[in-house]
């Protein structure tokens, strides 16, 4: 056994085999889901060695908790780590983190195995897989349809993009991440099924706006609304977790508007590759487009209902004449 690993031959190919004890973990953007991430895997036993930031203070405050490096370059997260997790914000960030050329976590590629949990195009998945492999190493989509209370708890929804054999290895460790786990098919396969969940999620958060928005528009009593909506075909997860936020205006982010904005545009992009028309997540998606051109895009994605209360709606982005 060597550096937490020890090697197996599997399908006539050596393979490094992961030991939960011992096997060493980097983190790629320490956000909000990157930093609970990290703090939870240092907790049920991992060794978190390197971290690594856009913002070094948002690392150091993780190290901090977990004793884990500061890594000023992402060659020396993949130099220290056995696995690395990443969680960057979009295509543009996952393209750089794995450039072929540069400062890389390619450079140190081989041997390591990638975990990547953002939210981004399915095609960057593959590409990003393709890359690794070349240089040695392995790569998963864990695409996560929970938030930062669940990143820090080890209560993740995870759905699992990539080669099965890559997924039966690292499993003990995305267990003490999640709560449910779901094996999704090859590399781009849970990006899809992840695109789907946050179109329809964010369909149903804009409905639930304006559904509560015309209701105080008539004076109804909201808590009473909300009340009849939980009993009846309007109930809804997404009822659960904003339609308080959106009655109180309490926006703390959990999921940001951007990130909305995002979600969806990748869904409706599929949605063009397929032929398919979906007015309703084009709908939606240009309800976050508004708050982002309004400044609200850093609220939470519940803060959608800024838009569809009448007193509080802004002046740049209603459709008033």
């Excluded at 195009?121 to 393709?130: C, F, G, L, S």
């Excluded at 639930?208 to 939980?230: K, N, P, Q, T």
């Excluded at 976050?288 to 569809?308: F, I, N, W």
Aim: aromatic share 6%; charged share 20%.
């Amino acid at each position: 056994m060597t550096g937490g690993a020890f090697w197996q031959v599997l399908q006539g190919k050596p393979v490094r085999l992961l030991h939960f004890a011992l096997v060493k973990i980097g983190v790629v953007g320490t956000g909000r889901m990157g930093a609970n991430i990290a703090r939870r895997l240092h907790d049920v036993g991992y060794p978190v060695v390197a971290l690594y930031d856009l913002r070094p203070e948002s690392a150091a405050a993780v190290a901090a908790e977990t004793g884990a490096e500061v890594s000023s370059s992402l060659a020396r997260v993949s130099e220290l780590s056995e696995l690395v997790v990443t969680v960057v914000s979009d295509d543009a960030a996952m393209y750089e983190i794995f450039a072929p050329a540069g400062d890389s976590l390619l450079t140190n590629a081989s041997g390591r195995i990638f975990l990547n949990c953002a939210t981004v195009t399915p095609a960057v998945h593959r590409d990003v897989e393709r890359m690794v492999v070349e240089r040695g190493g392995d790569s998963l989509e864990a695409c996560m349809a929970s938030s930062i209370t669940q990143a820090r708890d080890g209560t993740l929804y995870l759905m699992i993009g990539g080669r099965p054999e890559v997924f039966d290895r690292v499993k003990p460790l995305l267990e003490k991440m999640s709560a449910s786990l779901k094996y999704v098919g090859e590399a781009g396969k849970a990006a899809q099924v992840k695109a789907l969940v946050n179109m329809v999620m964010n369909v149903n958060t804009a409905g639930l706006a304006e559904g509560l928005g015309l209701g105080d528009a008539l004076g109804l009593d909201l808590d009473l609304l909300r009340e009849v909506f939980s009993q009846t075909g309007a109930n809804s997860r997404v009822l659960e977790t904003d339609g308080a936020d959106m009655q109180h205006r309490d926006h703390d982010v959990y999921f940001s508007a951007a990130h909305a904005a995002k979600d969806s545009g990748i869904a409706l992009a599929l949605a063009k590759e397929a032929g398919l028309p979906l007015p309703l997540a084009a709908a939606a998606f240009e309800q976050y487009e508004r708050m982002k051109a309004a400044g609200l895009g850093e609220l939470d994605k519940s803060g959608v209902s800024e838009l569809t209360f009448k007193s509080r709606r802004p002046v740049d982005v209603t459709t008033d004449k």
